[in-house]
C-alpha cells in the first residue's frame, strides 16, 4: 500500500467525513473538538490515546472523544486506510434527546460490527454531499451505540408503530420529490432521531434507505417499461442521472443502461 492521501469534506452540520491512507507516519500528536469515530479498512494504524498504545486492525472501529490528545501512524508493513467520521458533541446530544449528554466509550479499538455498517453506510457515495435525511438517521443509530457502550439510556426508546407507519406512507406517496428530517417530524409527532430509531427497529432499514429503495423500484419499472434514463432519474426524485446509476448498480448488480439493454434484447426475441 502506497501513496498517501487525504479526500474529506466541508463540515457541514456538525459532521465532517474523510478517507484517508498512510504508509508511515500520518499525525503528530493533536486534539480535535469533535468526536472522532472511525473504520480501519486495510493494513493496521496505532495511535496514542490516553496515555496508551492502540492498535487498530483490519475491521476494527475507534472511537476517540473530543479534546483527547492523540497521533498517527501506520502499524503494518502495507501501511493502512480508513474512514473517519467527526461529529460535534452537540449533535449526539441532541441525537440522545438529552442536552449536554457526552457518551465517554472506554474502548478505544473494538470490533464493532454494527458500528462498521453504519459507517459504510454513511460514506455511500462519497466524496458526494450525504443527505440531510442520511445524515440525521445515521446520528440516531450512532447515539444509541455510543450510549449503550458507555451506559447512558437514550431517550424515546419506544416504537410508535402508528408514527412510523405514517411515515412509511409518506415514503410511498411522494418519494418523487425531496423529502427531509422535517417531513418525518411533521407527519410522525415525534423527534426525527426517535423517529428515525423507530423507523429501523420496525422497518430494518432507515428511513432514507427506505426511500432510495422505493425511487430504484420506481426507476427500474420505468426503464423496463422503455423510459430514457434521464427522464427516469428526473421523474423518481434522484438529483441526477449519475446518482441514480450509482444508487441502481448497487442495488441491482448492473447500471440503468445494461438493464435497459438487456429487457430491448429480451423483448427482441419474442
Known amino acids: 500500500m502506497t501513496d498517501d492521501f487525504i479526500m474529506t469534506e466541508p463540515a457541514a452540520d456538525g459532521v465532517q467525513r474523510l478517507v484517508a ?7 503528530d500528536p493533536h486534539r480535535h473538538e469533535t468526536y472522532a469515530i472511525g473504520v480501519t ?3 493496521a494504524q496505532g495511535f496514542r490515546y490516553r496515555g496508551a498504545g492502540r492498535v487498530s486492525w483490519r ?10 490528545l492523540h497521533d498517527g501512524r501506520a502499524a503494518a508493513p502495507d501501511g493502512f486506510l480508513y474512514r473517519m467520521i467527526y461529529v460535534e458533541p452537540a449533535r449526539i446530544a441532541e441525537a440522545l434527546g438529552q442536552p449536554g449528554a457526552h457518551p465517554f466509550v472506554d474502548e478505544a479499538v473494538a470490533a464493532d460490527p454494527r458500528l462498521a455498517d453504519l459507517l459504510a453506510e454513511i460514506f455511500t457515495g462519497f466524496p458526494r454531499p450525504a443527505s ?5 438517521g445515521f446520528l440516531a443509530e450512532l447515539a444509541v451505540l455510543l450510549a449503550r457502550r458507555s451506559g447512558l439510556q437514550p431517550h424515546g426508546t419506544s416504537q410508535p408503530i402508528a ?20 417531513d418525518l417530524e411533521r407527519v410522525s409527532g415525534i423527534d426525527r432521531f426517535v423517529t428515525a430509531r423507530a423507523f429501523r427497529h420496525l422497518t430494518g432499514t432507515s428511513p432514507h434507505r427506505y426511500l432510495i429503495g422505493r425511487r430504484l423500484a420506481a ?3 420505468l ?3 422503455g423510459a430514457t434514463l434521464s427522464d427516469v432519474a428526473a421523474r423518481v426524485g434522484f438529483a441526477d442521472q449519475s446518482h441514480m446509476t450509482r444508487a441502481f448498480k448497487a442495488r441491482f448488480g448492473m ?5 435497459r439493454s438487456l429487457v430491448a434484447a429480451g423483448a427482441g426475441t419474442a
Request: hydrophobic share 45%; with cysteine.
Open 21 to 27: 491512507r498512510f504508509g508511515g507516519h500520518a499525525y
Open 41 to 43: 479498512l486495510a493494513g
Open 59 to 68: 475491521g476494527q472501529c475507534m472511537v476517540l472523544h473530543p479534546d483527547e
Open 132 to 136: 440531510p435525511l442520511a445524515i440525521d
Open 163 to 182: 408514527a412510523v407507519a405514517r411515515v412509511k406512507s409518506l415514503l410511498d406517496a411522494e418519494f418523487d420529490r425531496p423529502i427531509g428530517s422535517s
Open 219 to 221: 426507476a427500474h419499472a
Open 223 to 225: 426503464i423496463a417499461g
Open 255 to 259: 447500471t440503468p443502461g445494461r438493464f
